[in-house]
């Protein structure tokens, strides 16, 4: 069997690397994680992460913190977070580059689209830090960004729900789980699948998305194969 997808952009919380833990780092938790990654680059796709940091700190819940400071906080939490998935996936024998969008040159390289995609192109699978580099955006904002910037074939967002819902299947039995929906719907109805911002950036820039549960980490390998394991997104 074939992966449907030559180059994917996936998207981690940082709350998925803590595991049951909720706060800082599950290694059960990443491997799982990291081993589904590897039977990816194993089938000849070329993987690009980007990692969140909720698992160290949530900006928006810092407080009476200054924004900018607290984002920044956020951004260096996801520097932590890209080297732990870098060490876990060099454990299993991937090649990994971490490239971040702030400069701290003696434990990652900066982010520079030309080099990322040929470390990509090299079987290396490269790990996005510090989101976007500016405060006021998500790191769903970044991986939107850095999908269209490496013209990743698909935007894999890896939640803790099976797909898109038309509200919260956590809180209301009768939630209704989407097959296939478009970014315009995502926007009009309000859904809570990702930020507005990340959520324009796809749809203007033809970016398809693939949203799917990762309690359950071979969804990443299932994805890549085609399987039906969440919701995609486009815009017709």
Not at 55 to 68: E, I, K, L
Request: proline content about 2%; aromatic content about 6%; glycine content about 8%.
């Amino acid at each position: 069997m074939e992966p449907i997808y030559k180059r994917i952009l996936l998207k981690v919380s940082g709350e998925a690397l803590a595991g049951d833990n909720k706060t800082g780092l599950d290694y059960d938790a990443i491997t799982g994680i990291c081993t589904s990654i590897k039977k990816c680059v194993d089938a000849g796709v070329q993987v690009a992460v980007v990692v969140g940091g909720g698992n160290f700190w949530r900006g928006r819940s810092s407080g009476a913190m200054d924004r900018t400071r607290a984002d920044h906080i956020g951004m260096l939490a996801t520097a932590m977070n890209a080297l732990a998935l870098a060490d876990v996936l060099e454990s299993l024998g991937c090649v990994t580059r971490v490239q971040t969008a702030i400069l701290m040159q003696q434990v990652a390289e900066p982010y520079i689209r030309n080099r990322a995609v040929r470390h990509l192109e090299k079987g290396r699978v490269v790990i996005f830090g510090c989101g976007t580099g500016n405060p006021f955006f998500s790191t769903d904002t970044a991986a939107s960004l850095r999908a269209v910037e490496i013209q990743a074939d698909i935007f894999l967002k890896a939640t803790l729900v099976d797909g898109v819902y038309d509200k919260d299947p956590h809180k209301y039995d009768d939630a209704k789980k989407y097959d296939k929906l478009t970014f315009s719907q995502v926007l009009s109805d309000g859904l809570q699948v990702m930020d507005s911002t990340a959520a324009t950036m796809c749809r203007d820039n033809g970016m398809k998305m693939f949203v799917f549960d990762l309690s359950r980490p071979d969804n990443i390998y299932d994805a890549v194969m085609g399987k039906n394991v969440g919701t995609v997104v486009t815009e017709e």
